[in-house]
């Protein structure tokens, strides 16, 4: 499975972990990172302090490389964008928003740049503004979204660029990777397998959640906020679908409702406050298991299965 991206980052596997704000810490990076793919801390919408003593943490369990995961909208979003250079860390990618004013001091730095992008439009000023490779994200992921599906997304990003493309949305096993491949892809960008990875962190309530989920146990919700976010069915989440259907959340009420609803359900597993961002493949993910041996199967199968 040797491709430009494990040429680009120096991995084993063209696999790379989402960058799943509260989730993504360095216990799980590490892992992914020492099973041979690119583990990926968080920046979400933490202080500076607490991701510089993430990735010190995560060079400590790896020499293998990682990267930072740079939530644009985050109010701290130019001061992680700084730290990521202090650092030297291998790899950025970025997430809701357009990463444009930051690229030329990542590159100048040597960080290989790697903007998410839901559109090929996106994905075209991405190019020219220097990135390295692009994510083509569909709407099946977890978290914030786009509207394409991966399916029809990744081919046309394929199709408008130079660079490589790494496909995510709605891939959790080798079958996966084979078609994302199939697509023109040169590696996956994979979120919601690694919920259920033994060195993942959340808390116990919100990985039973994604190992019971059933196909249709997805939701998307705020849409008419204007970010669109994918999470796991609850007493929560439905409350927030049907409030935003029948107009008796006014988008105003579901923000502030919603503000602090990520560490609700990942430090707290808070299913009555907490929002569970989880992707659509979720009824394919059944077990927890180490992060080593996911890669491992997922890797084995998709070879087989593209006859490497
Ligand atoms: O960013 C993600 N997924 C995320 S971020 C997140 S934290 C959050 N929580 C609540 C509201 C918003 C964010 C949880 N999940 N994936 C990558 C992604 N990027 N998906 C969509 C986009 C995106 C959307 C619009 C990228 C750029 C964009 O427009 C940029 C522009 O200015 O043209």
Not at 274 to 294: H, Q, R, T, W
Request: proline share 5%; charged share 25%; hydrophobic share 40%.
């Amino acid at each position: 499975m040797k491709t430009r991206i494990t040429e680009l980052l120096g991995c084993e596997y063209p696999i790379i972990q989402g960058g799943m704000a509260w989730v993504a810490e360095h216990t799980l990076a590490a892992a992914v990172s020492n099973a041979g793919g690119i583990g990926l801390i968080a920046g979400g919408s933490a202080p500076i302090d607490y991701l510089r003593d993430q990735i010190r943490k995560c060079k400590e369990k790896t020499d293998k490389p990682f990267g930072v995961n740079i939530m644009l909208m985050s109010p701290n979003a130019e001061d992680l964008a700084q730290l990521c250079i202090d650092e030297k860390v291998a790899v950025v990618t970025t997430g809701a928003g357009n990463p444009g004013k930051f690229i030329p001091a990542w590159k100048e730095a040597g960080i290989k740049v790697i903007p998410v992008i839901p559109s090929v439009a996106l994905a075209r000023r991405m190019e020219r503004a220097g990135a390295d490779a692009v994510v083509a994200e569909g709407t099946e992921s977890g978290g914030h979204i786009g509207e394409n599906t991966t399916m029809c997304l990744v081919p046309q990003v394929v199709d408008a660029l130079e660079i490589p493309v790494i496909a995510a949305g709605g891939i959790a096993d080798g079958r996966g990777i084979a078609a994302s491949f199939m697509l023109g892809a040169e590696g996956v960008q994979i979120g919601t397998r690694f919920l259920a990875a033994e060195e993942c962190q959340i808390h116990p309530t919100f990985k039973e959640l994604v190992v019971k989920a059933k196909d249709t146990d997805s939701v998307v919700t705020g849409r008419y906020t204007g970010h669109p976010c994918r999470n796991i069915k609850t007493k929560f989440s439905k409350k927030l679908a049907g409030g935003e259907k029948d107009g008796s959340l006014t988008p105003e009420q579901f923000e502030e409702i919603t503000l602090g609803s990520l560490r609700k359900a990942v430090v707290d597993g808070n299913v009555e406050e907490g929002s569970f961002l989880c992707g659509a493949i979720a009824g394919m993910v059944n077990d927890v298991k180490p992060c080593a041996e996911i890669i491992k199967e997922m890797a084995e199968q998709a070879e087989k299965l593209l006859k490497i």
